[in-house]
Each structure stands twice: as structure tokens, then as C-alpha cells.
């Protein structure tokens, strides 16, 4: 089964430095992966992207499930600070599979063709959003296309998340 888990950027949570919020999804993203890898042979597939996508990425590690990294455009990562810039790269290594959508640099029409490939590539997506912000594009057009894709994770304040 292959999974993708979404969200709000890391900005978008706090910040860079851990807070409550981030450990409790943290927490639910191994949950859920535990559940899964339990129900089926499961793959992660992930951007990279900073936030909820680094931190599944993370989780997959720690739970032994492998991971597949879709990368959207050439230089995904270039306008990143050091640190992060870094990290990508260290989990860049540590997957089983990288699959470049685009060659050219960063555009609108190639974030739409990541999304794409992902909705095609997946069987589930989980996404997180909390109640000041919405679910993200690929989210919402999932939605659209695939009605039943998308579960809630199940919140350990149902305050941070909102149903889809």
C-alpha cells in the first residue's frame, strides 16, 4: 500500500523549533504508519517538503518502512536555509526510491504534475490542517478526484484538526 501523508508546512506550525503541536503529529504520523505496516506491506511517498512530509519521512525510518521521494523540479530544495537544505539531503540517501518529476525549475505547472503523479502513484492520503489553516492543494484535489483517498488521522486534540 502506498501512503502519502500531507500538511502545513513547518513555518506554518511554530516554526523550526519542536512544540506541542508538531510532537502530536509527529506522534500520529508513527501511529498511523505502525497501523498500516501491521495491515499490509506499506511505501511512504513523500516530497521532502519541509514540515509534515520531512517528519513522515522521519517516522518511516524510525517505524522500518521504506520511502520513495517524489521530486517536483530541479532545485526543490535551493531556496531553503543551510540546515534544512542539509537535512533533505541526509533523507535523500536514506530512501529507497527517487523519482524526478521535472527536470526544470520550480513552477506552478510543475507542482500540478507532482500532484498528479502522487494522486495516481497513491492509495491513501492522510493530511493534517488545523483550524486557522486549510488543507493543502494536492489535498483538496484528491478530494475532488478520488473521493474515498483521504482519512483523517485521528487527533489527539481534535482542536489541531479538522475532518475532510
Given at each position: 500500500m502506498?501512503i502519502?501523508?500531507?500538511?502545513?508546512?513547518v513555518q506554518d506550525?511554530?516554526?523550526f523549533?519542536?512544540n506541542l503541536?508538531?510532537?502530536?503529529?509527529k506522534?500520529?504520523i508513527?501511529?498511523t504508519?505502525k497501523?498500516?505496516?501491521?495491515?499490509d506491506?506499506?511505501?511512504?511517498?513523500t516530497?521532502?517538503?519541509l514540515g509534515?512530509?520531512?517528519?513522515?519521512a522521519?517516522?518511516?525510518i524510525?517505524c522500518?518502512?521504506?520511502?520513495?521521494?517524489?521530486?517536483?523540479?530541479?532545485?526543490?530544495?535551493?531556496k531553503?536555509?543551510?540546515?534544512s537544505q542539509?537535512h533533505?539531503?541526509?533523507?535523500?540517501?536514506l530512501s529507497?526510491?527517487?523519482?524526478?518529476?521535472?527536470?526544470?525549475?520550480w513552477?506552478?505547472?510543475?507542482?500540478?504534475?507532482?500532484?498528479e503523479?502522487?494522486i495516481?502513484?497513491?492509495?491513501?492520503?492522510y493530511?493534517?490542517a488545523?483550524?486557522y489553516?486549510?488543507?493543502?492543494?494536492?489535498?483538496?484535489?484528491a478530494?475532488?478526484?478520488k473521493?474515498?483517498?483521504?482519512e483523517k488521522?485521528?487527533?489527539e486534540?481534535?482542536?489541531y484538526?479538522?475532518?475532510?
Amino acid at each position: 500500500m502506498n501512503i502519502y501523508i500531507t500538511g502545513n508546512r513547518v513555518q506554518d506550525l511554530g516554526g523550526f523549533q519542536e512544540n506541542l503541536l508538531q510532537g502530536s503529529i509527529k506522534k500520529q504520523i508513527v501511529s498511523t504508519l505502525k497501523k498500516h505496516k501491521k495491515e499490509d506491506p506499506t511505501t511512504l511517498i513523500t516530497t521532502l517538503s519541509l514540515g509534515i512530509e520531512q517528519w513522515a519521512a522521519e517516522a518511516a525510518i524510525q517505524c522500518k518502512i521504506p520511502f520513495h521521494v517524489y521530486i517536483p523540479c530541479k532545485g526543490f530544495e535551493t531556496k531553503w536555509i543551510k540546515y534544512s537544505q542539509l537535512h533533505y539531503k541526509k533523507l535523500l540517501k536514506l530512501s529507497e526510491k527517487i523519482i524526478k518529476i521535472s527536470d526544470a525549475p520550480w513552477s506552478i505547472q510543475g507542482m500540478k504534475l507532482k500532484d498528479e503523479r502522487i494522486i495516481k502513484d497513491v492509495d491513501i492520503i492522510y493530511t493534517f490542517a488545523n483550524q486557522y489553516l486549510p488543507i493543502n492543494t494536492l489535498a483538496r484535489k484528491a478530494k475532488k478526484e478520488k473521493i474515498n483517498l483521504l482519512e483523517k488521522i485521528p487527533a489527539e486534540q481534535d482542536d489541531y484538526f479538522i475532518i475532510i
